[in-house]
């Protein structure tokens, strides 16, 4: 599967953005899909995942302002960010398995297929 993120741009902190990911396949419904971001001098890190049957699994510290959806019939992954903050400056990623399973979710590891990212810059 091939994957298109996009939407990332400059905001101010108290922001929204929605970011897309677009991907490429028939069997799209069948991946678990996820979120990754990845400041500068950091390693990249799990944000979100939605699984086939919709179930979703978030940072502890990003559920309250971040949602992850899907919509099967547009091969589509969405992440909307409300309240942005300088800290979630990074470059967004999404990442996609077939194969994961539960413990696995927040690993990068466990995800074969890579977007190319989405800058997100939040200024303060």
């Known amino acids: 599967v091939q994957l298109q993120a996009s939407g990332g741009g400059l905001v101010q902190a108290g922001d929204s953005l929605r970011l897309s990911c677009a991907a490429s396949?028939?069997?799209?419904?069948?991946?678990?899909m996820a979120w990754f971001r990845q400041a500068p001098g950091n390693e990249r890190e799990f944000v979100a995942v939605?699984?086939?049957?919709?179930?979703?699994y978030y940072k502890d510290s990003l559920k309250e302002r971040f949602t992850i959806s899907r919509d099967n019939a547009e091969n589509t992954i969405y992440l909307q960010m409300n309240s942005l903050k300088p800290e979630d400056t990074a470059a967004y990623f999404c990442?996609?398995?077939?194969?994961?399973?539960?413990?696995?979710?927040?690993?990068?590891?466990?995800?074969?297929?890579w977007g190319q990212g989405t800058q997100v810059t939040v200024s303060s």
């Open positions: 990442a996609a398995s077939n194969t994961v399973i539960q413990s696995t979710l927040r690993y990068r590891s466990a995800y074969h297929y």
């Open positions: 396949g028939r069997a799209f419904r069948t991946y678990t």
């Open positions: 939605i699984r086939q049957n919709g179930y979703t």
